[in-house]
Structure formats: structure tokens, C-alpha cells
């Protein structure tokens, strides 16, 4: 039995996809079904059910999976504990971030983190899914460490500090009725337009959270999935939305109006997270360190 047979295992175990197990790995597919033959013949045992509803793992795939995470593990560890003793880390970690998020400087952090550790290579992803579709891939493996947004305050089953917070204002055009208000409830917004991100961004979720909490139906006529286009839409008069005082400082708010929400606390809160449940490589927690470094000492640990 090789190791290479239990991380394919453990691969398909995690996504319960041969498909996605294989681009987990970066293998074509037929290479990862047959490594699994390989390994169900040599225990002599079936692994996995295979059939047109997906795959599930059999009574003995259920009793492997611990071993064979454990053996993992221990194989990594050994390896990081020589890499350590001779003074180096190494590896690849997979970082995904959302769109227009600058909270944290990244070109800074490489630069650091190739002058710390010049054998570790991050690889960038963008959300596509937004911070829903980033936590998703934490859990799948398909993440090493992420910049995301928990609307409903950090998982359990996920690592996480806060990184930063801000209010999210109510933008609108600067002739719009509402432009001269200091604040306005969320009933008064009702029957109103808003431009906002797809489902599972996480500002979309704090505000749709707050509608909800509040009885108030909101139609979104605008989905954009870089939230930074907001404002040109809302210039616009495409609707009405909400944004953050950093991004607002970035782009500019000519030609808008900000109004505080009265009823509700709008807050967004931006997370740097990784596997609670996997055991992290050095690599991966030499990055998420320098992320914690990063972290302005005004920002709380919740």
C-alpha cells in the first residue's frame, strides 16, 4: 500500500467525486479510478458505492478513512519536521480572496513571506462563489487559507481571526430622496430597487439577514460580483445599495449620498480562515501567521 493510494482515497472520500477528486489532485480522472482498483484489491474490499446517484463510501471505506488520514498526516509531519530541522519550509499554499479587498496587502505579504521563507509558493483564487463558495473550498481541501466574510460569526469547524470591520452605509444617487437623511429605517427602504452581490457574498448575506430579521421584502434588480462596481451603478440609477467606508474611500463617492441604517447594525467582517478539522502544513500556517501579523492592533479578536 503506497501513500499516493490513501491521499487518492482521501480525496475522493472528502468531495465523494471521482471528477472533483481528480482535479483536487490535478490527475485525469481513469488515474484516480485506477489507483482506488488498485487499493480495493490489495485490502480486498470495496471502498466505495459507486452508482447514478454519486459515490458514498462502503462499511470499510468508513473504517479505513481515520487510518488513513492518520497515516497521512504522520507522513506530512515527518517530512515537515526534517524541512524544520534543516532551517526550511516549504510547500504550496492556495489562498482564496474576494474581489476588491484590500484590507490586507498581499504584494506586501509576499514580500515578507519570500524573505521568511523563500520555499513556499501561494497561489491565488477569487471568489466565484463568494465568501459561501470560499468556505466551501476550505472544507473540500480545495482552500489551504482564506479572506472571507462569516455573516453570522466564524464556524466551528473553521480556524478564523477577525481582520477587519466596517459599517455598511446605505448608498444612493446624490438626487435621489433619501440623499439629504442622516439615517433612514429599513421599512423605509421597502418597494425600493437595490444593486448587491450574488447569493452567498457576504455582504449580500449581512443585508439580507437584516430584511429579513425586520419583515421588509427587498428586490435585488442588479446582481454585480465585483462589489466595487456598486457605486457606478447606483451613480447611475440602477437601484440603491450598501457599501463599506473602505471601498467608498477607494473608488470615491462622487455623485452619491451615504445614509446610516437606524435599526439594524450593517456590519462587514472580513475573516482570515483555514481548516479547523485538518491538520495545517507549516507552509499554510506560515501564511496565515503573517496574515495575523498584518492585523491592525484596533481590531478585536472576535
Known amino acids: 500500500m503506497e501513500l499516493r493510494h490513501l491521499e487518492y482515497f482521501l480525496a475522493v472520500a472528502d468531495h465523494l467525486s471521482f471528477t472533483r477528486a481528480a482535479k483536487r489532485l490535478h490527475v485525469v480522472q481513469s488515474g484516480v479510478s485506477a489507483t482506488i482498483k488498485a487499493l480495493e484489491r490489495e485490502l480486498g474490499a470495496d471502498l466505495f458505492v459507486r452508482g447514478p446517484a454519486g459515490v458514498a463510501l462502503t462499511p470499510a471505506g468508513r473504517e479505513l478513512e481515520p487510518h488513513a488520514r492518520a497515516a497521512v498526516d504522520a507522513a506530512r ?53 463568494g465568501s459561501a463558495g470560499l468556505a466551501q473550498q476550505l472544507r473540500d481541501g480545495d482552500l489551504d487559507v482564506a479572506l472571507l ?3 453570522d460569526g466564524p464556524p466551528p469547524d473553521l480556524h478564523s481571526r477577525l481582520v477587519a470591520a466596517f459599517p455598511l452605509l446605505l448608498i444612493v444617487p446624490a438626487g435621489h430622496p433619501l440623499a439629504g437623511r442622516e439615517s433612514v429605517a429599513l421599512a423605509e ?6 444593486v448587491d452581490g450574488p447569493p452567498g457574498y457576504g455582504d449580500r448575506a449581512v443585508v439580507d439577514r437584516a430584511f429579513a430579521a425586520a419583515g421588509v ?34 473608488i470615491g463617492d462622487d455623485g452619491l449620498a451615504t445614509v446610516r441604517i437606524s435599526d439594524y447594525d450593517l456590519c462587514w467582517r472580513l475573516y482570515v480562515a483555514m481548516s479547523a478539522t485538518r491538520p495545517p502544513t507549516a507552509a499554510t500556517r506560515a501564511v496565515f501567521s503573517l496574515i495575523e501579523e498584518m492585523i491592525p492592533d484596533s481590531v478585536g479578536p472576535a
Open 77 to 129: 509531519a515527518g517530512k515537515e519536521a526534517v524541512a524544520a530541522r534543516l532551517g526550511a519550509i516549504s510547500g504550496t499554499v492556495k489562498l482564496g480572496t474576494l474581489m476588491s479587498i484590500n484590507n490586507v496587502d498581499l504584494p506586501a505579504l509576499l514580500a515578507d513571506l519570500r524573505a521568511r521563507h523563500p520555499g513556499v509558493l501561494v497561489q491565488f483564487r477569487f471568489a466565484r462563489a
Open 149 to 151: 466574510v462569516f455573516p
Open 217 to 250: 421584502e427587498r428586490t435585488v434588480a442588479l446582481e454585480v460580483a465585483d462589489i466595487a462596481t456598486t457605486a457606478t451603478h447606483v451613480r447611475n440609477g440602477l437601484g440603491i445599495g450598501f457599501l463599506s467606508r473602505f471601498i467608498l474611500d477607494e
Open 189 to 194: 427602504l421597502a418597494g425600493m430597487s437595490f
